[in-house]
């Protein structure tokens, strides 16, 4: 079993930086992929961004490619999503995800707020 913590949500400001992580422990060694979903109210749950353990390989939303990055440190089995200029649309729970696959990770963290006010 894998357990994923996340941190670093809150209430900013359009156009301010917010950094989330997530702390995984557990049986890690069989995830592959790791990766940032989030929901917006009203909206479907979408991929934000993503990134494997052995490097090499990124995704990112659309919406998100510029201003967020997605990055990992091995060592202490962290994963962060840096997010600049954010907006109001970037409102949501963030939901860090680990697992064979991005489309359907085994892992998930309990998730954790963002709000940007206009």
């Known amino acids: 079993q894998v357990q994923l913590v996340e941190s670093g949500g809150g209430l900013v400001q359009a156009g301010g930086s917010l950094r989330l992580s997530c702390a995984a422990s557990?049986?890690?060694?069989?995830?592959?992929?790791w990766g940032w979903y989030r929901q917006g109210p009203g909206k479907e749950r979408e991929l934000v961004a993503a990134?494997?353990?052995?490097?090499?390989?990124?995704r990112y939303a659309d919406s998100v490619k510029g201003r967020f990055t997605i990055s990992r440190d091995n060592a202490k089995n962290t994963v962060y999503l840096q997010m600049n200029s954010l907006e109001p649309e970037d409102t949501a729970v963030y939901y860090c995800i680990g697992g064979m696959t991005i489309w359907r990770p085994q892992y998930w963290g309990q998730g954790t707020q963002v709000t940007v006010s206009s």
């Open positions: 990134t494997s353990t052995a490097g090499g390989f990124t």
């Open positions: 557990g049986s890690t060694e069989s995830i592959i992929f």
